[in-house]
C-alpha cells in the first residue's frame, strides 16, 4: 500500500508540474498564450558569441515545423522568446545586432520597412539587464507585438516586416546557425 501512495504521489506531481524546457541555464515554457493564441515550442536555443551564452532564444508556433522558409512565410500566429543569460548584452549591442540580422534576412533590401525597423529598434532603447525576457509576437490581424518582461512596448503591423524578423533567426544567413537548427527542433 506505502508503494503504491508514492506512486500516486510522484505521478500526480509530475502531472501537476508545469512543462518547462532548460537553456543556458534558464527554464522556458513549452506552451506560451498570448491574446488567447496557444502555441507550442518547436524548438529552443543558446545564441553564443565567442563561446559564451548570450540569450536563450525559443520558436513557438500552432503546430511543429522544420521549413525555416515556410515559418518565414506564414501568415500565422507565432513567437520568438529571447531570455537575456548575459550581462554583456547591451542596447547598443542589441540594437547593431537587430541592424545586421535585418540587413542579413532581406539580402540587404530593409528599405522598404525601414520605418517598422527603427520602430523595432526603440523598443531596446531601455538598458538590457541579465534576465530580461523579450517576446515578440505575430498575431496575423495585428503583426508583431513586442513584450519586455511581459510588458508590451508595442505592436509593428506588416507581413513584409514579420518575414524580415523571423528571418533574422531563421533565414539562409541566420544570427545563429546553431540556434537556427535548434530553433527548428533539429538539434
Known sequence: MKNVLLLLFAMVTIASAPAQTTAAGVTLPNT??????????????????????????????????????????????????LHIVSKLITSDKMIDAVNEGFENATGGKASGIASE???????????????????????????????????LLGTIPGMEFKKGLFGIWLSKKPAD???????????
Not at 39 to 49: I, T, Y
Not at 123 to 149: C, H, T
Not at 177 to 187: H, P, R
Request: glycine residues 8%.
Open 177 to 187: 546557425k546553431d540556434l537556427k537548427e535548434a530553433m527548428l527542433g533539429k538539434s
Open 117 to 151: 525597423i527603427t520602430q523595432f529598434k526603440n523598443y531596446f532603447s531601455e538598458e538590457i539587464q541579465k534576465n530580461d525576457i523579450f517576446d515578440m509576437v505575430y498575431l496575423p490581424k495585428e503583426g508583431v507585438k513586442v513584450y519586455k518582461n511581459n510588458k
Open 32 to 81: 506560451v498564450t498570448f491574446e488567447g493564441q496557444k502555441l507550442s515550442l518547436n524548438g529552443v536555443g543558446v545564441r553564443e558569441k565567442f563561446w559564451m551564452d548570450m540569450y536563450a532564444g525559443a520558436l513557438y508556433l500552432d503546430k511543429k515545423n522544420a521549413d525555416a522558409n515556410g515559418i518565414i512565410n506564414a501568415n500565422q500566429p507565432m513567437a520568438i522568446k
